[in-house]
């Protein structure tokens, strides 16, 4: 590809340049360990570079007409179109998911900034209704400023492309600081193609490097008009205390411990199929993947055999082998806290084993937990690996109370009974619930929180279009 994403080089106020520290590290392929590129180690001196330029670039990007960005857009989205192959399989490389996985971020990202290209050409702003007869109100959309943004390894490249591509299209300026286990696919592959579209110097910067040397300089950063970050609760709240006592604008989407109910009268095949979805798509490691099944007793024998045999089928392996389902995890570290944080204290409190429980390298097994209770860590953490733990409860009241008991984004509830399930929904403290579906599959991906709370209920009407490796096993009788 042009600028040769991967060489190792920051991209600041339009060109490619080394870090100040002259430093490097490998970009490693998770399925092989395999060299694959290089990406420079930036720091505070990179940061405050790159925020300069954005500060420099962004009246002159504002005072561009809508048009004139839209087609900047436009130009961005047809670079990652013209090269949606190498990047689908930088993306495998990188993060370990296989194709599908790899195509969805890739293709969400390029639709992402077809949308944000029509929307700033359509939306300028509202006329409101005049406080007094004879006056004119009106309020127009205007851009923060500049936006520094921090990513997440998991689906770096459209979670990116979520805050860069609405961004840009208003006329703010973006500091982009990609995860150091995805930095090429997260980030210098975003610069090619920031480069490629012409944007103007400084509108959009990429430093890559570590969190301390490069994450927290941004997150604090006094340049920033507003901080976008994604990423674990622990770092989050870390940046919330340092932007309070500063009163920095911030905007945060952090884990928590999503929840998957299963009353007494549902479909349980219709879960278990949507349960490999919600917990094991992408190895369980998204902060949408359901961390805890909360299943009505008189249905819980079911359940754990249904989804027993659904996981105990799956394939883990090298995402370029068509066969696999599984990849690997995302690092050794990511192994360790599955297993040894997570999986072996919960086998030590009583948590029964169904299958899985083992790893080769990063590629884990896929986990099925039995009698695990709200004391053990299958309940309470944010798993972000391929387990499925089963706490079973008497009533739907329980089950309530229960799945509210822990922060969390979004979770699902199974009933035959959509009014049932509507009104289990609406007890839910998350932003998000499905009835009858697995995360993410209603098409909400553009309903980002901004300065509202609103929670989005999805209800499945008509049967499910499920992929097949989460139905269930040939030799299962349904």
Request: hydrophobic share 45%; glycine share 10%; proline share 6%.
């Amino acid at each position: 590809m042009p600028s040769q994403p991967g060489d190792g080089r920051l991209y600041i106020d339009g060109a490619f340049v080394p870090a100040a520290s002259g430093r490097t590290e490998a970009v490693e392929e998770k399925a092989t360990g395999k060299r694959i590129g290089g990406y420079a180690l930036g720091g505070a001196a990179d940061i405050d570079r790159a925020v300069a330029a954005a500060r420099a670039a962004q009246p002159g990007w504002a005072a561009l007409s809508a048009p004139e960005r839209a087609a900047h857009l436009r130009r961005f989205g047809g670079y990652l179109e013209d090269h949606y192959d190498e990047l689908v399989e930088q993306s495998m490389r990188e993060t370990g998911g296989v194709r599908a996985k790899a195509e969805d971020e890739v293709g969400t990202s390029i639709r992402q900034l077809a949308l944000s290209a029509v929307q700033v050409s359509e939306h300028a702003g509202d006329i409101l209704p005049p406080y007094k007869a004879g006056k004119l109100s009106l309020s127009r959309a205007v851009p923060l400023g500049v936006l520094g943004l921090i990513t997440p390894w998991n689906y770096p490249m459209n979670l990116a492309m979520r805050a860069v591509a609405p961004g840009l299209a208003f006329g703010n300026t973006v500091v982009l600081k990609p995860a150091e286990l995805t930095p090429v696919i997260g980030g210098q592959a975003l610069a090619a193609a920031a480069d490629h579209a012409g944007l103007p110097p400084g509108v959009f910067n990429v430093v890559t490097g570590g969190g301390r040397e490069a994450g927290w300089p941004l997150a604090r950063h006094p340049g920033l008009d507003m901080l976008d970050f994604t990423g674990s609760r622990e770092v989050g709240l870390a940046i919330s205390r340092a932007a309070a006592g500063e009163l920095r604008d911030i905007r945060l989407e952090l884990g928590g411990s999503n929840a998957f109910v299963v009353l007494d009268d549902a479909d349980v095949q219709l879960a278990a199929s949507c349960a490999m979805i919600a917990s094991l798509e992408f190895q369980g490691q998204t902060c949408i993947s359901a961390s805890r099944h909360i299943v009505v007793r008189s249905v819980a024998d079911a359940y754990l055999d249904a989804v027993t045999r659904r996981a105990a089928a799956l394939t883990v392996g090298d995402p370029f082998d068509p066969t696999t389902v599984l990849g690997p995890l995302i690092s050794t570290a990511q192994v360790d806290r599955v297993h040894r944080a997570i999986v072996e204290p919960s086998l030590a409190m009583g948590a029964r084993l169904l299958t899985g429980g083992t790893h080769d390298g990063l590629f884990y097994r896929p986990t099925v937990l039995a009698d695990v209770t709200p004391a053990m860590p299958a309940f309470r953490e944010e798993i972000f690996g391929p387990v499925i733990p089963v706490t079973v409860v008497d009533t739907e009241a329980e089950a309530i109370a229960l799945t509210n008991g822990l922060p969390m984004l979004m979770n699902s509830v199974f009933t035959r009974d959509l009014i049932r399930g509507y009104g289990v929904a609406e007890q839910l403290q998350a932003g998000e619930v499905h009835v009858n579906d697995a995360h993410a599959r209603h098409g909400a991906e553009n309903q980002m929180p901004g300065f509202t709370r609103r929670q989005w209920i999805g209800l499945q009407r008509t049967p499910l279009n499920l992929p097949a490796w989460a139905a269930a096993p040939a030799t299962e009788e349904s």
